[in-house]
């Protein structure tokens, strides 16, 4: 069956510093990979996606992921984080093979301290 | 208004009561969807419309009844639930592309907060 781990429950950095949120999936397909951002009180809101082509995606905020198929995983990063990033970062999983339907993990949530 | 629209944004209600969630769309999708968010819990698919068809329900109780007349809005009927049906409720849309595979990309509406006593 499909799976999405996100390995830290939580992950506190200073304000400033880089931050790198861990991702792994389980698939028996070729993944379609994203990252959504939740605010408190918010629904989510997507930061980045990767379908094909070049692992390294860009996205919103500053944020970027790379895709590396050997070892099944898609961190996000961002070298200098603000204390407006404090939120929960979810990953998901998708595939044509699966009706598109996106399998998420259970979250991260970030605390910036300054 | 753009966006994915939920109304409303809390709501408590006690186990006998019927009450109904709305989801508004302007994005022009077809596909629109219900999730469950629950503390500490991974988000959970509830429901899936397409083309006003529902084409998922993920062994969700009855107690949950959705309902959705045009592809721009998408209801969820409430009856007889019980306090831990107590989450955020999303709803989100997707307009599948057919040129990358069919992947989806769903927008979020901010959810509706349900406190059931």
């Known amino acids: 069956a499909q799976s999405v781990t996100q390995p830290d429950i939580h992950i506190t950095v200073s304000e400033g510093a880089s931050l790198e949120l861990r991702c792994n999936y389980s698939y028996g397909a070729t993944p379609y990979l994203f990252w959504y951002v939740q605010s408190p009180g918010q629904g989510l809101q997507l930061l980045l996606k990767y379908f094909s082509g070049d692992t390294l995606v860009q996205g919103i905020k500053g944020f970027e992921a790379e895709f590396k198929r050997s070892q099944s995983s898609f961190n996000l990063r961002k070298p200098s984080v603000h204390w407006s990033d404090a939120a929960e970062y979810f990953c998901?999983?998708?595939?044509?093979?699966?009706?598109?339907?996106?399998?998420f993990g259970a979250g991260t949530i970030l605390r910036v301290k300054s | 208004e753009t966006g994915v629209t939920q109304t409303p944004r809390h709501l408590v209600m006690g186990m006998t009561n019927k009450k109904s969630l709305k989801c508004e769309q302007h994005?022009?999708?077809?596909?629109m969807y219900w999730y469950k968010q629950s503390a500490k819990k991974p988000l959970e698919l509830m429901f899936v419309y397409n083309f006003k068809e529902q084409t998922e329900n993920n062994s969700v109780p009855s107690r949950f009844s959705p309902e959705c007349p045009n592809s721009s809005h998408l209801f969820l009927h409430l009856h007889t639930l019980q306090p831990e049906d107590s989450a955020l409720y999303l709803c989100a849309s997707s307009q599948p592309r057919q040129g990358l595979g069919g992947a989806n990309v769903l927008t979020f509406g901010a959810g509706s907060r349900l406190t059931v006593l």
């Open positions: 994005l022009g999708h077809n596909a």
């Open positions: 998901a999983v998708g595939a044509k093979e699966y009706g598109n339907k996106l399998v």
